[in-house]
């Protein structure tokens, strides 16, 4: 299980809070789209998001956008939030993680990944030995793959909350 598993597990992204970061000595994080920062398709962000990446960003932290969703999706998204982006990430391969990387000029050790999917975002964010956050999707998602794979997160989600009960959610 150690490479489905999350470095922390929060319901919300606004959840991530500055203290926690500087803990995990995070300069940079990767972000999901679709059940991160909006609903599965949107171009509207979740309430809160826009003010969290604002204060993230005060903090000199850099935050890129990282998705296995086309340029067209993620392009408008990000320059709305004033993000840079990489689209096409074919998570959980590291490919996409390791030219946001490079982007940024860090160290994988002090990047942050933060997704709702195991199987994509912290499966990948160990491939390529970064740290990550494991959201709960916030909406329904009603693609093949995407439901498959809700699917086989059940037990290994299940695993996850109890071994983070009680530690604040950090290993």
């Known amino acids: 299980m150690s490479l489905l598993k999350p470095t922390a ?11 926690l970061l500087e803990r995990l ?3 940079a ?3 999901d789209v679709d059940n991160t920062l909006a609903p599965p398709s ?18 000199g932290i ?20 004033g993000l840079d982006c990489v689209s096409m990430s074919l998570k959980p391969f590291p490919f996409g993680f390791n030219r946001a990387k490079r982007k ?18 912290i499966l990948g964010a160990n491939l390529a030995g970064m740290r990550s956050i494991l959201l709960v999707p916030r909406s329904e998602e009603h693609g093949i793959s995407v439901m498959i794979r809700r699917k086989m997160e059940v ?8 071994h983070n009960e009680g530690e604040n959610n950090v290993s």
């Open 9 to 19: 597990a929060l319901r919300n992204v606004t959840d991530i809070s500055p203290a």
């Open 25 to 27: 000595g995070t300069d």
């Open 29 to 31: 994080i990767l972000l």
């Open 42 to 59: 949107s171009h509207i962000p979740y309430e809160g998001v826009k003010e969290w990446i604002d204060l993230i960003k005060s903090k």
């Open 62 to 81: 850099h935050i890129v956008i990282c998705s296995n969703n086309y340029k067209k999706r993620v392009k408008p998204f990000a320059d709305k939030l």
């Open 104 to 121: 940024l000029r860090e160290k994988p050790q002090s990047v942050l990944v933060v997704g709702d999917q195991i199987y994509t975002d």
């Open 155 to 162: 037990g290994v989600r299940k695993k996850i909350k109890l």
